[in-house]
């Protein structure tokens, strides 16, 4: 342990147990309380955007970040000083040296850096993120695999997730040639045929002025024949502490992405119950459980966006669906009522009720309207990676929405206290029943 490890053996909760290196700040590793090695690195004071409300954001968003090919993210203190992430340690060998010491990547290797990478940034960039200083020093491999780190930690501004896709062009040409990871030299390798075919149109389209995004890149690579499959560079962790290995890596076998696969499951479903709940509260409650809705989606879409503008944007972006769920509630009472003409009476109230929910239900998930529930899911992933706060939310969720549905099916809807409005209601929707029957 060095010296100034020695001076300093806690940091927040974690037990110093090593400094090691990294292509930014300070890095040590540690281990939480049950003894789990994790890698802590101290934010320099240029990563640290003001107010530190900000920060605290950014390292929320940096939890969210779910994939198998980007750093998992577990802690973190914005408040602290100086302050810190915090994510899981597993070493690995930067991509910088793995080229150094075994050559250019090709064939299947380099195919599966190009994918690995886009399909990490797309995660960043979906979690409202930049990487902000991608590299050939930020991405780490395990088994032949990338890992991705450093995400979200780079001072703010600059060309955000376009800057992010020029770099992984940078890095993907680098990769593919040992060269110098600059732009020039990128352009270089481009016009010297170096890159192979499949790949070099795409790496043409990263560097432009107006690149794909990261999410379009990762399913433009994905559709490429990778080429004959070689024995991936072999990965000799260095023993600690070894410089440049302080990154949460997983390892890149078939255990991390069934595991994230199972994360996001969890997600989906702990998701799913809350839309139950949401449209069965529209159900029992139609007139009060109605604004529910719209307030929570707004709220999502705000979290997803700092600021003022962020706050507009949220309440435009939700008052521009209620429309959209106005017709599905529409749709849903028209055809409760038609079923008069078969002879099927629908209770009046009944059919207020459930074209309520049916709007409810399409301000999270009808067609076209994706960003809250994938909004809700990102943060239950969060949620379903600890297995204590999983079992508790399942736990609370599935009671709610058990409830909601049994009540929605079972108890008596009631616009109170409009009880004016719920007579006028029952009479005109049993007036039009009688019209058609």
Same mark, same amino acid.
């Given at each position: &342990? ?42 320099p @004071? ?16 940096m ?13 973190? @203190?914005?408040?602290? @000083? ?6 899981r ?21 380099? +195919? ?10 797309? !995660? ?6 930049? +990487?902000?200083?991608?590299g ?6 395990? @088994? ?8 979200? *930690? !780079? ?9 992010d ?74 023993? !600690? ?31 799913? &119950? ?8 529209a159900? &029992? ?13 707004? !709220? ?34 028209a ?82 206290? &409009? ?5 006028s209601?029952?009479?005109? *929707? ?8």
């Amino acid at each position: &342990m060095s010296g100034e490890t020695r001076q300093r053996q806690q940091i927040g909760p974690y037990r110093l147990l090593a400094r090691l290196g990294g292509p930014t700040g300070t890095v040590y590793r540690a281990a939480d309380a049950g003894g789990r090695d994790v890698a802590i690195r101290l934010l320099p @004071d240029a990563a640290v955007p003001a107010p530190r409300e900000r920060l605290g954001r950014d390292l929320e968003r940096m939890r969210e970040v779910l994939s198998p090919y980007a750093v998992d993210v577990l802690d973190g @203190d914005a408040s602290a @000083d100086p302050p810190y992430v915090v994510s899981r340690f597993v070493p690995g060998r930067p991509l910088i040296d793995v080229v150094a010491e075994h050559g250019p990547l090709q064939g299947a290797n380099l +195919h599966r850096l190009a994918l690995g990478t886009a399909k990490a940034l797309a !995660a960043v960039h979906e979690a409202g993120l930049a +990487h902000g200083a991608f590299g050939p020093d930020t991405v780490l491999v395990v @088994d032949g695999a990338p890992v991705v780190t450093d995400f979200g *930690i !780079a001072p703010h501004g600059g060309d955000g997730a376009a800057g992010d896709v020029r770099a992984w062009a940078r890095t993907v040409v680098f990769a593919a040639t040992g060269g110098p990871a600059d732009t020039g030299d990128a352009a270089a390798a481009l016009g010297a045929g170096v890159l192979p075919e499949p790949l070099r149109p795409l790496v043409e389209a990263a560097l432009s002025a107006d690149p794909p995004s990261a999410a379009r890149l990762a399913e433009a690579v994905a559709a490429l024949d990778p080429g004959p499959d070689s024995p991936p560079p072999p990965t000799v962790p260095a023993p !600690a502490p070894a410089p440049r290995t302080a990154y949460s890596v997983p390892p890149a076998t078939s255990g991390r992405p069934r595991q994230a696969a199972v994360v996001r499951g969890w997600a989906r479903l702990l998701s799913a &119950m809350v839309v139950v709940l949401a449209v069965g509260l529209a159900i &029992m409650l139609p007139l009060a459980g109605a604004p529910v809705s719209p307030a929570a989606v707004a !709220a999502l879409r705000r979290r997803a966006a700092a600021g003022p503008r962020g706050v507009l944007s949220a309440l435009a972006r939700t008052a521009a669906t209620l429309p959209y769920a106005a017709a599905f509630a529409l749709a849903v009472g028209a055809g409760l009522i038609a079923l008069s003409l078969f002879g099927v009476e629908a209770d009046p109230l009944g059919v207020c009720a459930f074209a309520v929910g049916a709007g409810a239900g399409a301000l999270w998930a009808a067609p076209g309207v994706t960003g809250p529930y994938r909004r809700l899911e990102q943060w239950f992933a969060v949620v379903a990676r600890s297995p204590r706060r999983l079992a508790a939310a399942g736990a609370a969720l599935g009671v709610l929405a058990f409830l909601a549905v049994v009540g929605a099916i079972s108890l008596t809807p009631s616009l109170a206290p &409009m009880y004016g409005l719920q007579t006028s209601t029952e009479s005109l *929707i049993a007036r039009l029943q009688a019209a058609l029957h």
